[in-house]
C-alpha cells in the first residue's frame, strides 16, 4: 500500500469519526434539553456515508433520509452550520428553520434530508434524469433505510431510471429495524427482488466495513458515469441508538447481546484500524491523534452553535414554502 493510500484510508477513518462524534454530541444536546426536537443518530452507520460519499466528487448529488447527519457531513458539510441548524440557530443550513431532518447544502451537492420515508428517490432520480440531459458527467446518489422498500415511489423512480439508464445509485441501508419492526415483519421476499425485477445491477455489502463500501461505490459510480446506468447497493449495516434519541428501552425489540455483538465485533471504526495496524501502515498513536482533533473540532462546533443568534422573530416567514 502506497503512502497516499495509507492518506487516504484514514482520511475515511477520520470521517467516520467525526460522524460519530457528532451525533455522540447531539444525544448529548439532547438529553441536556438544549436542542429541541428530535433526532435519529447514524452511529454506527459511518461506513456507508463515508464509503459512498469519497467515491463521488463535490458536484455530484446526494440525497439523504430522517436519519441524516451522518451523509451530510461525509458529503462535505460544516459541522459548526449543522449544529446551528439543529439549535434552530440563525447561522445554520436553513436559518434554523429546518432542524435535524431538513438539512441541505448546496455547495456540496447535497439536495436534502428528508422526513418521509423514501420521499427522496424521486429527486434523485430527477436530479439524475436532468444530469442526462444536461449533459453533466455528475451522478446521483439516493441514500434510504430498508423501510422505504414498501413504498411505491421507490419503484416508479427505479422503473424509469433504469429504462432511461440514469446515473443514480440506490443506496439502501438494511439497520435492520423500521423504527421498532424488524424488517422481517415488514418487508416480505427478498430485498434484492426489488431491483433485479427492473434489471437494475444490485450488490449487497458489508456495510460495516468501509473498504468494501468504497470499492464497490467508485466501481458502481463510474459505471453510472459512463452512461450505463443505475445500480442499488444493499448494505448491511445496524444503528448502535435507538430509532431517535428518545427510544431508550429497546428491550421489547432488540436484545442488549445483539447491541453488543454489533458494537463488539462489527464496528465500522474498529475494523478499519484494526485492518491498518494489521498492515503495520499505521499504529495507536495516528488514531489517538486523529480522535484529539475531531473531539476539538465538534467541540468548537458546539460552542459556536450554543453562542450563535437565533434568527429574527420578523424572519418567521422568510425562507419557509406557503403552499
Ligand atoms: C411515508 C412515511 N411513513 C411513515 C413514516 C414514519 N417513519 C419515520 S422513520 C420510519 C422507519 C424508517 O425505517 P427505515 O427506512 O428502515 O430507516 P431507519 O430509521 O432504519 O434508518 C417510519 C415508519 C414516515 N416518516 N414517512
Known sequence: MSATDVEHWLH???????????????????????????????????????????????????????????????KGASVDKMFCE?????????????????????????????????????????????????????????????????????????NMAQLWKLPVIYVCENNLYNEYTHHTESTAGSMRARPEAFGILTVEVNGQD????????????????????????????YRYYGHHVGDINRRYYRSKEEEEEWKTHRDPLNTLSAWLIGQTMADGAIFDQIENEVRAEVAAAVDYALNAPFPAPEEVGKHVYVG
Open 210 to 237: 468501509v473498504r468494501e463500501v468504497h470499492e464497490t461505490a467508485t466501481r458502481l459510480i463510474a459505471r453510472a458515469r459512463r452512461g450505463e446506468g443505475p445500480a442499488f447497493m444493499l448494505c448491511h449495516t
Open 86 to 158: 439543529l439549535l434552530g440557530k440563525e447561522p445554520g443550513y436553513c436559518h434554523g428553520k429546518g432542524g435535524s431532518m431538513h438539512i441541505a447544502d448546496q455547495d456540496t451537492g447535497n439536495l436534502g434530508a428528508n422526513a418521509i420515508v423514501a420521499g427522496s428517490a424521486g429527486i434523485a432520480t430527477g436530479a439524475a434524469f436532468a444530469c442526462k440531459r444536461l449533459g453533466l458527467d455528475r451522478v446521483a446518489v439516493c441514500f434510504f433505510g430498508e423501510g422505504a422498500l414498501g413504498q411505491g415511489v421507490l419503484y416508479e423512480s427505479m
Open 12 to 74: 475515511m477513518y477520520q470521517q467516520m469519526l467525526k460522524i460519530r462524534v457528532f451525533e455522540e454530541q447531539v444525544n448529548e444536546l439532547y438529553t441536556s434539553a438544549k436542542m429541541p426536537g428530535l433526532a435519529h443518530l447514524y452511529v454506527g452507520q459511518e461506513a456507508v456515508a463515508v464509503g459512498v460519499c469519497e467515491a463521488l466528487r463535490r458536484d455530484d448529488y446526494i440525497t439523504s433520509t430522517h436519519r441524516g447527519h451522518g451523509h451530510c457531513l461525509a
